[in-house]
């Protein structure tokens, strides 16, 4: 068995090296004995895809983020996409615009869904190793519950962070509203630096009272701080071990923002509402509500504005974080660094152990509420 495993290792080490941005599906690898022996059968099969990548930047040592009375550099934008809306999970839809083939990876950022949950559909019991999940909940309720004996509630505006580290098993399930509306909100998947990739999994929560608010331009810009910094007001936060910036901001017609960004983050806008014009001079683009606005690293800030005869004000999720300068190598819900990590993944979550020892025979209670 370790020989006929070895080989199948031997395999995909040539295939990467022939084709480094080549995407595979390890179930076309590995054969169904092994396979049935060393990994689950009940992950979805959107999330059993293998892909390795190579990120060219370099991880800074300092934050730097410019003055911004003296910014003159806009970041421009790379690339925009809508975002499709898929099923997910049992029964949940989501609109994905990291982790797709229009956006496999930015570094650090490896997943981010624009989720809608219903009654009886939600995340019941799943494994993760080796990323961090942030939730943020838009409307509606979500509970949380893992194995080492966490559980937690968010509502609208709330967060919570969880660490997966060398392991976690986890459920998340929505409320039912009294009006029957879905539970909508976002989740973003934060890599871990390769040296805390088997840290100690943890949760956390945030709720909205808690997040400091900043306005500009005569009060036709709203910014929830949720970490980072904007217009004068800090809310550094320990999100990820990975440093992250996460602004929720809401531009009202006739209002502009310029928002600093630390030099040489990764960074992105996913449009919630509206219509948003992002960029500088003649350098813009008008911006629907579902888009994933992808901007260069180089730069110093990014400029949004809603034009005066807007029917609405544009909200949407401005993203910056510190780039890893290491190998994603990810099959469903384990991000490691080698393909030998992931099947040392996948025999430990099926064995129960190097992490995983708390999932043999554990069961969510609020997982229990799925109706299959």
Not at 43 to 64: A, G, M, Q, R, V
Not at 131 to 155: C, K, M, P, W
């Amino acid at each position: 068995m370790k020989l006929l495993l070895s080989f199948c290792i031997g395999i995909i080490a040539i295939l990467y090296t022939a084709s480094y941005h080549y995407t595979f599906n390890l179930r076309d690898l590995i054969p169904s004995t092994i396979l049935a022996d060393h990994f689950p059968a009940n992950l979805t099969t959107n999330t059993t895809t293998t892909s390795t990548t190579n990120t060219t930047n370099t991880t800074p040592t300092d934050i730097i983020i410019p003055p911004t009375d003296t910014m003159t550099l806009p970041r421009s934008i790379r690339q925009v996409f809508l975002a499709i809306e898929q099923a997910e999970g049992a029964g949940a839809r989501v609109r994905r615009s990291i982790g797709t083939p229009k956006l496999r990876h930015l570094s650090p950022f490896l997943m981010l869904d624009h989720f809608t949950i219903g009654t009886g559909a939600g995340f019941p019991d799943h494994p993760h190793r080796g990323q961090e999940t942030i939730t943020y909940l838009l409307s509606g309720g979500v509970d949380h519950e893992d194995f080492a004996g966490n559980r937690g509630t968010i509502g609208p505006g709330d967060l919570q962070f969880m660490t997966a580290g060398k392991g976690i098993m986890h459920a998340e399930m929505p409320h039912e509203n009294p009006d029957g509306a879905p539970n909508v909100g976002m989740q973003l998947w934060v890599d871990l630096p390769k040296d805390l990739k088997y840290c100690e999994p943890r949760y956390r929560d945030l709720r909205s009272a808690e997040i400091p608010r900043a306005t500009a331009d005569d009060g036709r810009v709203t910014v929830k701080v949720i970490s980072g910094q904007s217009h004068g007001v800090d809310s550094v936060r320990d999100l990820a071990y990975t440093p992250v910036w996460l602004l929720d901001i809401a531009v009202k017609p006739g209002g502009r923002v310029r928002q600093a960004l630390p030099l040489g983050w990764n960074a992105f806008a996913y449009t919630l509402q509206g219509a948003t014009v992002f960029g500088s001079g003649d350098q813009t683009r008008n911006v629907k509500e579902f888009h994933n606005v992808v901007f260069e690293q180089q730069g110093e800030f990014v400029e949004a504005s809603v034009p005066d005869n807007a029917e609405e004000e544009g909200r949407f999720l401005l993203v910056a974080g510190q780039p890893l300068d290491q190998k994603v190598v990810q099959y469903g819900p384990f991000v490691v660094t080698s393909e030998e990590e992931v099947y040392q993944a996948m025999m430990d979550f099926r064995t129960a152990s190097n992490g995983f020892e708390k999932s043999r025979g554990w069961e969510s209670e609020i997982g229990k509420r799925m109706a299959f």
